[in-house]
């Protein structure tokens, strides 16, 4: 196991000289056999060596046990512990997820939060057998190439050193090097999706091909290479797509379907968002028709008027209403300081003669109509806003200056013929947003 450890951490390159290294420790065979294999070789890459736990209040007094466990091995091997509780069960029923997934997430953070904090690198015991049983669960799941390619050795802040090694390596290696750990009792139970895989799937497979691992590792290796030329030729195609407020409909269907899958899971990778290939087939639908599509969490991906974009529902709406002099939004201009400003920029000030103890600065209503300086054209901002195709989610985040329904100056427009400053105006307000 150990020269497998050593292959995985050359070929990916996954250590420097000096790195400082946390290890995600449960207790369990892998995560102990990666901390004392990593132990034993600090000294010839320099690092420096923490590990981290989570309980995450799920197996009652076994959870206690398991992290009293994991705070006894690292007094013994002089390892400074990070420790963490999370009652997931109750973060999981507030976030409709599930148990597996609110865990993963509640570990992920705490890893992130101590790779900002030490500056360092998390390592995860992942190993080939995992990436197996992953590969499998995407696709049962649905999946495309990006669910096909499986765990990554590396990814950002995180490296995987036994992603080489099987189980079977690192039970050995455990048995011969007489190291003690814990059995997570959750994972002898198939009420969990991944335990259902191992204990059901993988051993059928095997009966099929005994070096199971190494073979999907291999189809992973070469699909990996496949993908990164896709996600060469993905990462153009997006720019050529992007649009000032998302991306334009017409030219993301004109692109392979290959093609527009990847780029529709990049976007999404961009949020956070993992799209399944349920997902990518409901937005593509939405691309030619319009329509929204709800996604993981509380994002929705959305195509209307000829754009696609991806919307953060959870995102509170701006709600401002105050009068004009109170707000923080403007800036005063004196006659003098007009008369020397340039011509193009006087769509920007407010003419202060206009400005009353009743003018508002607020979020737009129904009724408001705004009046082009130009074209002395009226039209309500409903109107307005969906000939400029703004967004629908943004229209009500807006800003407006007005008297009653009169608009005066709006946001990412400027101002209208009511509000419009000149040269001779005696006095304006420069809006400092928009």
Not at 112 to 121: C, F, G, I, Y
Not at 211 to 216: F, Q
């Amino acid at each position: 196991m150990k020269h497998k450890m050593q292959k995985a951490l050359a070929d990916f390159s996954m250590l420097c000289d000096g790195d400082s290294v946390v290890v995600a420790l449960s207790g369990g065979a892998d995560s102990v056999a990666l901390l004392y294999s990593l132990n034993s070789i600090k000294e010839i890459y320099n690092i420096t060596l923490y590990a981290c736990h989570v309980n995450h209040l799920i197996r009652g007094d076994e959870a206690y046990s398991d992290e009293q466990f994991v705070v006894d091995l690292c007094d013994n091997l002089g390892i400074e512990l990070f420790t963490k509780r999370v009652d997931v069960p109750l973060l999981a029923k507030k976030e409709k997820l599930s148990l597996e997934l609110c865990g993963r997430n509640v570990r992920y953070e705490f890893f992130h939060e101590l790779s900002e904090k030490l500056n360092a690198k998390v390592a995860t015991a992942h190993t080939s057998s995992d990436n197996v049983e992953t590969v499998l669960y995407n696709i049962a799941r649905g999946t495309s190439i990006n669910g096909l390619c499986g765990i990554k050795p590396v990814r950002d802040y995180i490296i995987r050193p036994l992603i080489l090694c099987s189980r079977d390596d690192v039970e050995h290696y455990c048995t011969e090097n007489s190291l003690e750990y814990v059995t997570d009792s959750t994972n002898l139970s198939d009420d969990y999706t991944r335990n259902n895989i191992r204990h059901n799937a993988v051993p059928t497979l095997k009966n099929i091909n005994a070096d199971l691992e190494s073979t999907v590792a291999r189809m992973c290796s070469s699909l990996t290479d496949i993908k990164k030329f896709i996600d060469k030729y993905s990462l153009e195609e997006i720019k050529n797509c992007k649009t000032k407020e998302g991306y334009s409909n017409e030219k993301l269907l004109s692109l392979d379907n290959a093609i527009l899958s990847n780029v529709l899971f990049m976007i999404a990778s961009e949020y956070g968002v993992q799209l399944s290939s349920k997902h990518i087939e409901l937005i593509t639908e939405c691309l030619k028709s319009g329509g929204c599509v709800d996604l993981y969490g509380d994002y929705r991906a959305v195509c209307k008027q000829g754009i696609f974009r991806i919307v953060d529902t959870a995102k509170e709406k701006v709600d401002i209403d105050m009068p004009f002099k109170d707000s923080c939004f403007a800036e005063y201009i004196s006659q003098k300081e007009i008369k020397n400003i340039n011509k193009n920029l006087l769509k920007d000030l407010i003419r202060c003669d206009i400005i009353t103890d009743d003018t508002r600065i607020r979020t737009k209503r129904e009724g408001d109509t705004f009046t082009f300086f130009e074209r002395n054209v009226s039209k309500s901002l409903k109107k307005l806003l969906n000939e400029m195709k703004v967004p629908a989610e943004k229209r009500d985040s807006l800003l407006v200056v007005a008297n009653d329904s009169t608009v005066l100056w709006l946001e990412g427009v400027g101002t209208s013929k009511q509000g419009r400053a000149d040269k001779g105006s005696i006095g304006a307000y420069k809006m400092n947003r928009g």
